[in-house]
């Protein structure tokens, strides 16, 4: 835990421009069961509530993390996360 | 003095207005189709049932989609506090219906559905016989529905869902009923009382109502003559509650917008004005048209603990963050109304109520919420004298020095 919340990201080093994809997170509530892969893949964008029903970022997902962000939404054993364009995903 | 456009006509008392006295009364609807939308649009009409989205919107964005499309007239009043919607169809049911022909018309939909609360037996009894007096043409697209008694049933995807397959339950957007609804068409889904308005501004424009509309409020709580009030857009909440015989010096503060609406300091309520762009303005919901003042000798941190306890009970069950973030804040308001929260319970309080809107498939969580984050601000006295037992406001005596 304490390793993967040392990635928590902070912002881009200064003097760097970071790209942002177009893409955002968005998770079917109704499916979600609260099993907490996503925010151990990316806990950048996501955190668990006392619950352990994640809390997502509604940010677009910066380019330097798409691939961690796809590997979230392929590990979900619920099929529950998405990732999808501009006002699709919630 | 008094101003009524929807609930013109007849006394209310006399029961449904029929198809004859409505049609020499109103005379026929002069705008239709996109002409109809475009009036909307001009009118600023924002949506009666609660959530205020643009009406002139709505129905272009079902309007623009292809294949046969439906209406869906939202009669399924699930918030307690408010009748305005089954006083509507009680009384003015060709209203109603003009309003859902003209959305037909204006969306390309061939069919529609009356979605009507199942607890509300008068104004189904009043639809229905309304119905048998409109012609073939309009009856044979026209049906109706009857939603299941529960404060979720309104919801748009829950009533799609429950005509769809009989399940009043929210489902996961997208797609919204716009894109797909009932039977996968996209679905206009219309409070009653929104469409009632377009009829009205299908015979006088959308400058007239953007002028000298009028909405429906349901006054409530402890007023001498609670009930519903048609006024005009704009008129100061004072006056609503002075109408229906409340006196402002009893009341503590008011709910604005139904349950899921918020708490309002009554010093800060009494100017805001009953229209829902102005009201957001002011950083208040119009919601539903709920105004319920609370009295000076009732403790609003109990109010909201029954409040919340309630809308827990009507979650759909269906996403973890609104079972078990709601049942949490209900639980941990009912400790705080008896004096018996533990350490970090208002802290707690402040941060659920942050975290959970946004995180259902509808909007049930982001009510309740809501309403906890105005009540927190609005009873912050009220809420540290019950966590460090002190009692509140309401716990003084009222009569000082009796012997």
């Known amino acids: 835990m304490s390793e993967l919340s040392a990635r928590r990201w902070q912002g881009p080093p200064d003097g760097t421009r970071v790209g942002t994809s177009r893409l955002s997170l968005g998770v079917d509530r109704i499916r979600c069961d609260g099993r907490g892969y996503c925010a151990e893949l990316l806990p950048e964008m996501i955190r668990l509530d006392d619950w352990g029903y994640p809390i997502v970022s509604s940010d677009r997902v910066p380019d330097h993390l798409l691939d961690h962000a796809r590997r979230a939404v392929a590990t979900c054993p619920l099929l529950a996360m998405r990732l999808a364009g501009d006002g699709r995903s919630r | ?403």
């Open chain 2, 1 to 403: 003095m008094s101003f009524t456009s929807l609930l013109d006509g007849p006394d209310l008392r006399g029961g449904a207005e029929p198809a004859t006295r409505h049609v020499a009364r109103l005379g026929p609807s002069l705008l239709s189709g996109s002409e109809l939308i475009d009036a909307l649009d001009q009118s600023d009409l924002r949506g009666r049932g609660g959530a205020g989205f643009p009406v002139g919107r709505k129905w272009r964005s079902v309007a623009g989609r292809q294949g046969p499309r439906v209406v869906i007239a939202n009669g399924a009043e699930g918030e307690p506090l408010s009748f305005k919607d089954r006083l509507l169809m009680q009384a003015r049911p060709h209203l109603v219906l003009d309003g859902a022909v003209l959305a037909a018309g204006a969306v390309a939909a061939d069919q529609i559905v009356l979605y009507i609360g199942r607890e509300h037996s008068a104004a189904a009894a009043a639809m229905l016989h309304a119905l048998a007096e409109r012609p073939a043409t309009e009856r044979g697209r026209i049906r109706i529905s009857r939603a299941p008694v529960a404060y979720i049933s309104g919801e748009e995807t829950a009533a799609v869902q429950f005509i769809n397959r009989g399940v009043a339950l929210p489902t996961r957007v997208p797609p919204r009923p716009f894109e797909a609804g009932v039977r996968g068409r996209p679905t206009l889904v219309q409070n009653v009382e929104s469409l009632a308005v377009a009829a009205l501004i299908a015979r006088h424009g959308g400058a007239w109502y953007r002028s000298s509309g009028s909405l429906l409020v349901t006054v409530t709580g402890t007023v001498v003559r609670p009930g519903v009030i048609e006024t005009r857009l704009g008129t100061p909440v004072a006056e609503v509650v002075e109408r229906a015989g409340g006196r402002p010096g009893s009341i503590q503060a008011l709910l604005l917008g139904g349950y899921f609406g918020g708490w309002v300091a009554a010093d800060d309520a009494w100017d805001l004005p009953l229209h829902p762009v102005r009201l957001r303005a002011a950083g208040h919901s119009l919601g539903c048209g709920v105004v319920a003042p609370l009295p000076v000798d009732r403790c609003g941190v109990a109010e909201t603990a029954r409040i919340v306890s309630y809308l827990a009970s009507q979650s759909a069950g269906q996403c973890g963050p609104c079972v078990l973030g709601l049942g949490a804040i209900a639980e941990t308001l009912r400790r705080l109304a008896m004096g018996l929260s533990r350490p970090d319970d208002l802290a707690r309080l402040d941060r659920w109520s942050a975290e959970l809107p946004g995180r259902g498939a509808c909007r049930h969580p982001d009510g309740g919420a809501g309403l906890v984050h105005s009540a927190l601000s609005v009873f912050a006295e009220d809420f540290a004298g019950h966590h460090e037992r002190r009692g509140c406001t309401a716990a003084r005596p009222l009569t000082a020095g009796v012997a």
